[in-house]
């Protein structure tokens, strides 16, 4: 059981490239979500998923893009890259409300440098 | 939106000692969250505690929602409980959690 697995652990980017970050989880849960977190700060919600198929802004969506067409996969894309957007990447997913425990997981991170 | 501040934000200790952690939120919340970052980055869920009182081993952990409060006690602390503690909230649906700016905890042997 991996729980929830990030891809690429490491990447550096030069300003204006593209790159898709890749979540997996394998707890089936329905909902996933992008976090970054800068030096100093807590996490900030970047998007969110609430199933297959759909997606939603959090508090920081401009920059970024977002993909769920499989349940288990949550993909987050950066068009061009700005050095403003490095930072590490936490993807992480639970369960709905009404559970007792959402069961909420996160991945180990990402780290980006744009330069 | 929910303003979420804990305190202290850095908190040093010999190990044995016990510490506690604050978390005040500015609304009423549906969910409320304890993690522990480790130095490697790496985020555990320590308590899902939208009101009252739980424990875990050396951890335990009190909400006051009516006061907007929740409190992280650590007892006789060990050097691997290093790292940043975050509080979390949501309010209303789908667990979009806002997080605290953290507690940077060191514990020295």
């Known amino acids: 059981n991996a729980g929830v697995t990030q891809t690429p652990k490491f990447r550096v980017l030069k300003t204006g490239q593209s790159m898709t970050l890749l979540c997996a989880q394998d707890?089936?849960?329905?909902?996933m979500y992008w976090y970054r977190q800068d030096p100093g700060m807590g996490l900030r919600l970047i998007h969110y998923?609430?199933?297959?198929?759909?997606?939603a802004k959090g508090e920081v969506p401009d920059g970024y893009n977002v993909s769920r067409l499989k349940k288990q996969n949550f993909l987050l894309g950066l068009e061009s890259a700005a050095p403003s957007q490095t930072s590490v990447y936490f993807c992480?997913?639970?369960?709905?409300?009404?559970?007792?425990?959402?069961?909420?997981?996160f991945g180990s991170g990402t780290r980006l440098t744009v330069v | 939106g929910i303003q979420v501040e804990q305190s202290p934000p850095d908190l040093i200790l010999q190990e044995g000692a016990n510490s506690t952690l604050r978390c005040n939120f500015s609304?009423?919340?549906?969910?409320l969250q304890w993690f522990h970052q480790n130095p490697w980055g790496q985020l555990i869920n320590l308590f899902y505690?939208?009101?009252g009182t739980k424990q875990n081993g050396r951890l335990s952990a009190t909400t006051v929602a009516t006061e907007r409060y929740s409190l992280l006690y650590i007892s006789s602390s060990q050097t691997t409980d290093s790292g940043v503690y975050f509080c979390?909230?949501?309010?209303?649906?789908?667990?979009?959690?806002?997080f605290g700016a953290g507690t940077r905890l060191a514990v020295h042997p």
């Open positions: 707890m089936n849960h329905e909902y």
């Open positions: 609304d009423s919340v549906n969910n």
């Open positions: 505690i939208p009101s």
């Open positions: 992480a997913s639970s369960y709905p409300q009404g559970r007792n425990n959402y069961g909420y997981t």
């Open positions: 979390a909230v949501s309010k209303g649906g789908y667990n979009k959690l806002i």
């Open positions: 998923s609430v199933g297959e198929g759909t997606t």
